[in-house]
């Protein structure tokens, strides 16, 4: 028997394992395949089925509309009300749905947890391609809204995926950094829902920056979530409301921020989800 | 030949909580307000105080220290009682949880059933759940649809492709899961009492698959409960107690191991009185040689018992259960059996002394247990007490042509045959 025997790999106490990014890639799939299996399963066993999906955004913004806009008042840069909304509805909505849908990922799926290995990273990961799904459903709708009002768009659109992909982080680090949290302290679920509930009024969703005072700018855009709707909009509406390479950049750096945190905290309890799950 | 799995020192630690409120997760605000208390007890007492620190963790080792080396093809049951460690060490093995201390060597791809059916969806049909577990045991899209056929065909529930699976019966269910499982490609398996599962007919099925798997050169880590199963399954065994592995062997020396290690948590301590029965001793021989754990299957097993009974007694029963290792009961041997004036017994001490004829066991492990009972009155349940595990040994002039020859069948005869030749 050959002693020095050279091994596919090796399982230690306390290291991270060298395999994980390849592992990582061997289980592509498995992002598609769990993202799939949360859409289809949702609507299940309804009347109007995946209509929902079409719906939902469509309402929350009628109501924005109804008390921001002609309730309110409040401005919107010359952009028709509702695709003033819209445009940072889009964004807001994706983050919340995936901010809240990969902090309890990993509690929802702790059957798999304590029986099957994979890197857990997909399973966060998974609920938030989740929302990006749904963002395209919306974003069609958008689109629509567009044609309605005679609204077109101009080259800015062209930049919207770099907003979608700089939110994408900005809701996986926190995302990750949360869901690691919430399988050993649980009173994550309820600091959830919170948090959503009040970005939403932290956020330029219903009104646009320009209402903030201009010495809490800076202090505003600690909120990454800023740079992004704001971005959004600016894309959406053809570069006609306001963005400044501060808030993005800001925006940037905060979500370079999360995803380290997010990333390193996930990996360094990852070993031990099911012991503890 | 190539090892497939290395242990070395591997250990695993769990904390496990003494509180009383909250049993299952700690809360976040708790655990800043143990670490700001144990900050100020810091500062009060910077020299430590062990009488006063308040410790609701207790560390529990689940594995200590455990080496071991499979080699590639390999089939290893792993036995023990529960909470041995056994699923412990599948779930650091499969990647599940981290060691504690210690390293894994691992070569080939490893796949592990640690339960039948993990991530089913009951929403989802049958097919679906087909690729949602196939995909979540490691198999890609196109090895599931090269499969997929196979699987169905195994399962036996084609009717019912396109059904939910929450609309299955348990049946259905566990052998739609058990399919997808039981194809998955991987040279290192890792499987965990799955077979505990569905009826009769379909766990031969499942151990038919597992056996046709095993003669594909792939290496298998089995744990289950079902002695017969592993036993027809596996050709080495790793005997593990309280979180310790004994050295790898043969199945037949695990299970001896884990008979003796079993009884030896509670050695007998003679004498055992029961009411009005004292038994002083029993040892087993042969010739004049006593107290052995190994016999020779070609002379006869002796048996003595010593006790004394306190009153005068009808109904007398003293004896032996033989059990093989596999916990099923092979023969029954009384005092009284042959000979019913036995079952009435003066008060006063007694040996007796029982012989089994010789070359009557096959090779193997077995269990005697003493009896001891009065026939529908009552039993002493001396057996539960006073077990002895021992291994009996080929004869030596059994099947002199082929002495490595497994061997079949239950018993062994000594019978007698004679060839004569006709002449035309």
């Known amino acids: 028997m050959e002693k020095d025997q050279e091994f596919q790999f090796t399982i230690e106490a306390g290291k991270a394992e060298r395999h994980y990014w390849a592992d990582l890639w061997r289980y592509r799939e498995l992002f598609y395949i769990l993202a799939w299996r949360d859409i289809s399963v949702r609507y299940k066993q309804t009347i109007i089925g995946v209509l929902w999906a079409i719906l939902r955004p469509l309402l929350t913004m009628m109501i924005f509309v109804v008390v921001f806009g002609k309730i309110a008042k409040l401005p919107s840069e010359g952009v028709p009300y509702p695709i003033f909304v819209f445009a940072a509805m889009l964004p807001w909505t994706f983050f919340s749905s995936a901010f809240a849908d990969a902090s309890n990922s990993l509690i929802s799926n702790s059957n798999l947890i304590s029986k099957v290995y994979f890197p857990r990273l997909i399973i966060p990961t998974a609920s938030v391609i989740v929302s990006v799904v749904d963002f395209l459903i919306s974003f069609v709708i958008l689109m629509a809204l567009m044609a309605w009002y005679n609204y077109w768009p101009s080259w800015h659109l062209l930049t919207l995926p770099f907003f979608l992909l700089l939110s994408f982080f900005t809701v996986l680090g926190a995302g990750l950094f949360v869901a690691s949290l919430n399988v050993k302290y649980r009173d994550f679920r309820f600091v959830i829902p919170f948090v959503v509930q009040l970005g939403l009024y932290i956020s330029p969703v219903g009104f646009s920056t320009t209402i903030v005072p201009e010495q809490y700018r800076l202090f505003y855009y600690l909120n990454p979530m800023v740079g992004v709707i704001d971005g959004f909009r600016w894309a959406i509406s053809g570069g006609q409301t306001a963005l400044n390479e501060t808030e993005i950049l800001m925006s940037i750096g905060i979500t370079l921020v999360l995803c380290i945190i997010g990333i390193r905290h996930f990996r360094k309890t990852e070993k031990n989800f099911a012991d503890v799950i | ?424």
């Open chain 2, 1 to 424: 030949m190539t090892v497939a799995i290395k242990v070395e020192n591997l250990s695993k630690k769990y904390l496990i909580q003494h509180e009383k409120k909250s049993a299952h997760y700690e809360t976040f605000s708790e655990s800043i307000i143990q670490t700001g208390k144990s900050v100020i007890d810091k500062i009060r007492l910077p020299w430590g105080n062990g009488g006063i620190e308040q410790s609701t963790e207790e560390e529990f080792w689940a594995l200590k220290n455990i080496n071991f080396e499979i080699n590639q093809g390999d089939k290893v049951g792993v036995i023990g009682r529960n909470g041995a460690g056994k699923s412990t060490l599948l779930k650091v093995l499969s990647r599940i949880t981290g060691p504690t201390t210690g390293k894994i060597h691992i070569n080939g791809r490893i796949a592990s059933l640690l339960e039948v059916g993990t991530g089913f969806h009951p929403e989802l049909t049958g097919r679906e759940n087909i690729f949602l577990n196939g995909a979540i045991l490691g198999m890609s899209r196109k090895e599931i649809r090269k499969k997929f056929d196979e699987i169905v065909a195994f399962a036996e529930v084609d009717k019912f492709l396109d059904t939910p699976v929450k609309r299955y019966s348990s049946g259905m269910y566990v052998r739609l899961a058990f399919a997808v499982a039981a194809h998955l490609e991987s040279e290192i398996l890792v499987v965990d009492e799955v077979l505990a599962v569905g009826d009769a007919r379909f766990q031969r099925k499942c151990l038919g698959k597992m056996r046709e798997v095993s003669k594909a050169g792939r290496t298998i880590l089995f744990v289950s409960h079902n002695m017969a199963a592993i036993k027809a399954l596996c050709d080495f065994g790793i005997y593990m107690c309280d979180g310790k592995a004994l050295p790898i062997s043969s199945v037949s020396d695990a299970f001896l191991n884990y008979s003796v290690q079993d009884k030896e948590s509670n050695r007998v301590r003679f004498p055992v009185e029961v009411d009005e029965l004292i038994i002083y001793s029993v040892d087993i021989g042969q010739d004049d040689v006593w107290s052995l754990s190994e016999l020779d299957g070609s002379k006869q097993i002796k048996i003595s018992i010593e006790f004394e009974v306190l009153s005068d007694l009808n109904l007398f029963r003293l004896g032996f259960f033989v059990k093989g290792n596999t916990g099923e009961l092979l023969l029954r041997s009384l005092l009284a059996d042959w000979n019913e004036d036995y079952e009435d017994i003066k008060a006063g001490k007694y040996c007796v002394t029982g012989i089994i004829d010789r070359a009557f066991f096959i090779e193997g492990s077995y269990l005697f247990e003493l009896h001891a009972s009065r026939y529908g009155i009552k039993d002493y349940g001396v057996n539960k007490r006073i077990s002895i595990p021992i291994k009996i040994l080929s004869p030596a002039e059994y099947n002199t042509a082929h002495i490595g020859e497994p061997h079949v069948g239950v018993v062994l005869a000594h019978d007698e045959w004679t060839i004569n030749k006709y002449l035309n």
